[in-house]
Structures are given as structure tokens and as C-alpha cells.
Nanobody, 124 residues
């Protein structure tokens, strides 16, 4: 079992940037890891997932391609999400998630472990 703790959320104006971090309680290099988000009144949606054994690169939601970048530092047990050119529609609580056994998909129900989330607010 792994515990996940997100940080780095905050308020930013449209066009700005934020970097989210997710620190795991153990080694996550052999986990599928990802970021999901949930806006008020909406379902949780996948932002990006990263395959086991990968240090960078991932499968991104179309809405964030070219603006968000995921990376992972296995030595620090940390997953990152660099978010650039933020838009008001990116406003949501962002969650870090992981699974060792599920398929690595942009689908919340395959993930076994979740952080508590960090809030990102983008104003126009």
C-alpha cells in the first residue's frame, strides 16, 4: 500500500503556471501513476497517466495536451505535474493516483490509491 500527498495548488491568473507535486510513502517506479481532477459539480476526470518504469512521458487528456507535462523522480518518490498556460476551465481539485495491478488508463476506477487533492483556481 502507498500513501500519496499532493501539494502546489493555488490561485493563478489565466495564462499562468503552477507545478504540482505528489510525494509517495514508498517507491512508485513500478506503479502506474497519474493525475486526475474534479471541478465542482463534475465527475472526476483523468488528466495524465504515466506507465510503470517511465520517468517522463504519459498519456494526456486532449484538453491539456501541449500545456501540461508529467514527470516522476523515482529517487524522491515524487510525481510532478507542470501546468502552463492555465485556463479558467482548469479550475479543479487535482488528485494524484496510483495502481500496481490495474491497466494504466485515464480512468479513475483503475486506480487503487489516491491522495486527498490540492485545489487549483484559475481566474480570467
Amino acid at each position: 500500500q502507498v500513501q500519496l500527498v499532493e501539494s502546489g495548488g493555488g490561485s493563478v491568473q489565466a495564462g499562468g503556471s503552477l507545478r504540482l507535486s505528489c510525494v509517495a510513502s514508498g517507491y512508485i517506479g513500478n506503479y502506474c501513476t497519474g493525475w486526475f481532477r474534479q471541478a465542482p459539480g463534475s465527475q472526476r476526470e483523468g488528466v495524465v497517466v504515466m506507465q510503470k518504469g517511465s520517468d517522463d512521458g504519459g498519456t494526456y487528456a486532449d484538453s491539456v495536451k501541449g500545456r501540461f507535462t508529467v514527470s516522476r523522480d523515482n529517487a524522491k518518490n515524487t510525481l510532478y505535474l507542470q501546468m502552463n498556460n492555465l485556463k479558467p476551465e482548469d479550475t479543479a481539485t487535482y488528485y494524484c493516483a496510483a495502481t500496481r495491478t490495474g491497466s494504466c488508463l485515464l480512468y479513475q476506477y483503475v486506480m487503487d490509491y489516491w491522495g486527498k487533492g490540492t485545489l487549483v483556481t484559475v481566474s480570467s
